[in-house]
Structure formats: structure tokens, C-alpha cells
Nanobody, 111 residues
Framework: QVTLVESGGGLVQAGGSLRLSCAAS????????MAWYRQAPGKEREWVAT???????YYADFVKDRVTISRDNVKNTVYLQMNSLKPEDTAVYYC?????WGQGTQVTVSS
């Protein structure tokens, strides 16, 4: 059974930073790509970033240069470091792997 558990969300002022974590179990973590998505109120879920099993990172244009995705294959955890946060980054952030999803972690950026 694949389980993904996100953490690290919270309330931050514009310009601030947060680091999200996603702990995975039930998969061979090191061989799978991991991704982050987000869903703002009233909007569709959108892709944010992906890290391949080999550590290559890909980003949506709207977060490029502000976020860094990374992974720890010992801890089976993927991270999303977010800097220079904007109010429009407010959303529930989800971790995804192999078509499985975590429960999400809320990020709220105040102006």
C-alpha cells in the first residue's frame, strides 16, 4: 500500500519561505519519480515540480527560480523548498507518485 504524507505547510508572510516534506512508504522510493502539485480554492490542481529517480528536476514556469525540489533516498522523503512566496502561492500542496496522492498540506501566504 502506497502512503504519502505531506508536512511543513503553514501561514507565512509574502516574501517568506517554507519547506514542504513528503514521506513515502509502500514503494521502491529510489526508482520512482516524485512530484508536487497544488490546488488553490476554486481552481484546478496544477503541477508544480517533479524530480526523477536520477535527481533531475523540472519546474512549472510560475515557480521556476523560487522553488527547489529535492529527494533523500535514505529517508524516502521528497522536499519542496519554496522561497519568495507570493499570496498567489496559497494552495493545498500535494505529493504524488505512481498515481497516488497524499492528503495535502495547506500553504497560506499573507500579503
Amino acid at each position: 500500500q502506497v502512503t504519502l504524507v505531506e508536512s511543513g505547510g503553514g501561514l507565512v508572510q509574502a516574501g517568506g519561505s517554507l519547506r514542504l516534506s513528503c514521506a513515502a512508504s509502500g514503494i521502491i522510493f529510489r526508482t520512482n519519480a516524485m512530484a508536487w502539485y497544488r490546488q488553490a480554492p476554486g481552481k484546478e490542481r496544477e503541477w508544480v515540480a517533479t524530480i526523477s529517480s536520477g535527481g533531475f528536476a523540472y519546474y512549472a514556469d510560475f515557480v521556476k527560480d523560487r522553488v527547489t525540489i529535492s529527494r533523500d533516498n535514505v529517508k524516502n522523503t521528497v522536499y519542496l523548498q519554496m522561497n519568495s512566496l507570493k499570496p498567489e502561492d496559497t494552495a493545498v500542496y500535494y505529493c504524488s507518485a505512481l498515481d497516488h496522492w497524499g492528503q495535502g498540506t495547506q500553504v497560506t501566504v499573507s500579503s
